[in-house]
């Protein structure tokens, strides 16, 4: 699917351009209460990670950032538009993502949530990720630290792989 288009939808998943990077970034403030800034968007891209905008009718909804690590792949950022959310754009988001980390060969994908998330919990666990761990204190929050919950996917064998 990945550049593809969602004729159900239409909704369409677009490599990140330096344009965008505002609108990103202006959405991750409003989304989060520690955002990532423009340069770590403008970093994630420049270090080659997927980093991907998700358009419903030409309008952006959602952004996601993905880096691939030989045969891993991890969400380092996922997001939809508070104003688009609760209508199946995340769990969109997130099948274009495992379908492009498939295709580079992951066999795994991974990522970091809030244990406050649960909004977020609950579409991994729908979605078949389950907890593999918990990393303490990993995110800044208002009264100091937040945990990470560590989910992971499994992807089976890459589209290179052969029957044995």
């Known amino acids: 699917m990945s550049g593809g288009k ?32 423009t340069g770590n968007f403008a970093d994630s891209m420049e270090a080659g990670y997927g980093c ?4 419903e009718q030409g309008v952006p909804v959602g952004y996601a950032v ?11 950022n996922i997001s939809v538009a508070q104003a688009c959310q609760g209508r199946g754009l ?18 795994q994908l991974l990522l970091e949530v809030r244990p406050s998330n649960t909004a977020a919990l609950a579409l991994y666990a729908k979605s078949g990720f389950e907890v593999i761990g918990r990393r303490k204190g990993y995110y800044p929050a208002p009264d100091g630290r ?4 560590v989910m992971r996917l499994s992807l089976g064998g890459g589209p290179d792989d052969s029957a044995a």
Do not use: C, K, N
Request: charged residues 20%.
């Open 90 to 107: 995340g769990r969109r988001l997130l099948d274009h993502l495992a379908q492009v980390a498939w295709r580079a060969g992951a066999r």
């Open 146 to 149: 937040e945990d990470a919950i």
């Open 6 to 37: 969602d004729a159900l939808v239409g909704v369409a998943f677009e490599p990140m351009q330096p344009q965008d990077l505002e609108w990103v970034a202006g959405q991750d403030t409003l989304l989060y209460p520690f955002p990532w800034s």
């Open 66 to 76: 993905l880096m691939m690590v030989i045969d891993e792949a991890h969400i380092l």
């Open 52 to 55: 991907w905008l998700m358009r």
